[in-house]
């Protein structure tokens, strides 16, 4: 297959960069609050309505966090700690017990039954967060002491 040659100059080129990366953080947002949206909307029984959003949306997240774990990249102002995973963590157990809260008291109307299912949906949410926060950040500071003392992430083929 013939590949087209770059008619961008170096100015042009950040542009469409900025321009690609805009649009693939939009994508991913919008596509969480409409994921969010809808669960809250049609209530727990929704599999069939949001399925399509959940794939692309699980597809994006995925590569996002496996190409910048594996470039050795975490993020551009949040420094790679425990402490900032433990904070992530609780920022989305939490997002997560409200949104089931709201899913359940559409259908239920129990505040008592609701918060307690809400408060364990957003325990199940930090742990797992945070342990794959915490595998993410080990397998980084791994690569990040590799590059440091210049060894290969694959041993050459002779």
Request: charged fraction near 20%.
């Amino acid at each position: 297959m013939k590949k087209w040659k770059n008619r961008l100059d170096e100015m042009q080129e950040q542009k469409m960069l900025r321009i690609e990366h805009n649009g693939c953080w939009l994508a991913f947002w919008g596509l969480t609050i409409a994921f969010f949206a809808q669960l809250i909307y049609y209530g727990p029984d929704c599999a069939d309505k949001i399925i399509g959003e959940f794939v692309v949306f699980m597809c994006l997240a995925i590569y996002i966090a496996a190409a910048c774990v594996k470039n050795g990249i975490w993020d551009r102002k949040l420094a790679p700690t425990w402490k900032m995973n433990l904070c992530a963590s609780l920022l989305a157990g939490v997002v997560g017990g409200i949104v089931r809260f709201f899913i359940l008291f559409r259908a239920y109307q129990s505040v008592e039954a609701c918060g307690a299912a809400g408060v364990i949906m957003g325990i199940n949410i930090f742990v797992i967060c945070f342990v794959l926060l915490s595998i993410s950040l080990l397998v980084y500071k791994w690569r990040e002491n590799r590059a440091e003392r210049d060894e290969p992430d694959e041993p050459e083929k002779k």
